[in-house]
């Protein structure tokens, strides 16, 4: 008895409006993390910079494929012409840990993403510059925030040493890749919210600097600002 109630409350079950919304919120949390990550590389080198990036990164994918599978359900609703959206088992540690791994296989052949990674760094990715990230979250059991503590707290007996944290570039593919994920997804929650009229009362904006360090064309820091001043 006390199994079968445990097993449905890790079930998602929203009207479609209401999962919209959730999607939106969703978004803009991940929002802050891309703002966050981009503020810390577009300073110079310092002491802790590709630690803390490394960390965020890891936080940001681990949410990405809750937020994807919501995503996908929502716009399977719109298209079925559902009244609600139902995922069972989304809540559950098995389910995360294959939406996670499905982001990874999923970003890694992205024709977006090649363009936008040559771009920015001069070279295609191919599914290989993915592979440490495979294999870091399998051999953390699908659970990657003790690898955030891990990459955050002092480590007595390595000390300092980053040597087998992803390189710079590899942490950069990975990022554009969230973000181009993340931006669609709050992109089009937020223009259904405004379609059907819900009741949000803000709006995404971007705001851009001409002198970041790092000498992308795309410095912009997400913002909300209010509708109703």
Not at 82 to 93: A, C, K, L, N, R
Request: charge should be negative; include cysteine.
């Amino acid at each position: 008895m006390n199994t079968a109630i445990e097993s449905k409350d890790l079930d998602l079950r929203l009207d479609i409006d209401a999962a919209h919304l959730k999607m939106l919120d969703m978004s803009v949390h991940l929002l802050g993390y891309l703002n966050s990550f981009r503020a810390i590389s577009e300073l110079p080198e310092y002491l802790g910079r590709r630690r803390v990036r490394y960390a965020l990164v890891l936080i940001m994918l681990d949410e990405l494929a809750s937020l994807m599978e919501l995503m996908k359900e929502c716009e399977r609703g719109i298209t079925e012409h559902m009244t609600e959206v139902f995922i069972e088992g989304y809540h559950s540690p098995q389910r995360h840990q294959e939406g996670v791994e499905h982001v990874l296989e999923e970003i890694s052949k992205s024709e977006i993403l090649f363009l936008k990674v040559k771009k920015h760094l001069g070279r295609e990715p191919s599914p290989i510059d993915f592979d440490i990230f495979k294999g870091l979250f399998r051999r953390s059991g699908g659970n990657l925030f003790p690898l955030v503590e891990k990459t955050l707290r002092y480590d007595w007996n390595k000390g300092n040493d980053e040597s087998d944290m992803p390189s710079e570039d590899e942490l950069d593919m990975l990022f554009i890749a969230i973000e181009l994920n993340v931006r669609g997804a709050a992109e089009f929650s937020y223009e259904w919210a405004l379609a059907n009229e819900l009741e949000v009362n803000f709006r995404l904006d971007t705001r851009y600097y001409k002198n970041g360090i790092d000498q992308r064309k795309e410095k912009g820091y997400w913002v909300t600002e209010a509708l109703f001043p």
